[in-house]
């Protein structure tokens, strides 16, 4: 399967609430507890789904419908952010901050935890910075 990358670099078809659909019920309170227990979240288990960052907004996970960088590309209709000509946007920074912190977070969890809570949010930076440079050198291959 080809990875899924949000508007801001996190991979998506690595995330919880993108597999929930594929998994079922069970992983959804899978995610729940474990959200709850990593990063505080509380969230209830049918809350665990979404369609990938760039789904319409009944089919995202509920705070994403308020990403800005997220809307920009929607109405720009790139895969992401990487694909935009503006390389400094104050929208993507915003989206970019909300997963800075996760590395530090992901270094206190067992490895499992770390694999399929965390993972899929670190690099978000490095990801879409390698994105970029191979959209605007021609090789635009996701």
């Known amino acids: ?7 801001c670099g996190v991979i998506c078809s690595g995330c919880g609430a993108y597999q929930a659909a594929s998994r079922g019920s069970a992983h959804q309170q899978k995610v729940a507890d ?5 990063y ?3 969230v209830k288990p049918e809350q665990i789904s979404c369609g990938g960052c760039l789904s319409p907004d009944d089919q995202v996970y509920h705070t994403s419908t308020r990403c800005s960088a997220r809307r920009c590309c929607l109405t720009k209709k790139l895969k992401n952010c990487a694909e935009c000509p503006v390389e400094s946007c ?3 920074e915003k989206a970019r901050s909300v997963w800075d912190t996760v590395p530090q977070i992901g270094a206190t969890l067992s ?3 770390f694999e399929m809570y965390a993972l899929p949010y670190c690099g978000h930076r490095e990801r879409l910075t390698t994105l970029r440079k191979k959209f605007f050198s021609g090789n635009n291959v996701g």
Do not use: V
């Open 1 to 7: 399967m080809d990875k899924l990358i949000s508007a």
């Open 34 to 38: 474990a959200w709850q227990r990593i």
């Open 40 to 42: 505080g979240l509380d």
């Open 90 to 92: 104050e929208l993507l």
């Open 111 to 113: 490895a499992s935890d």
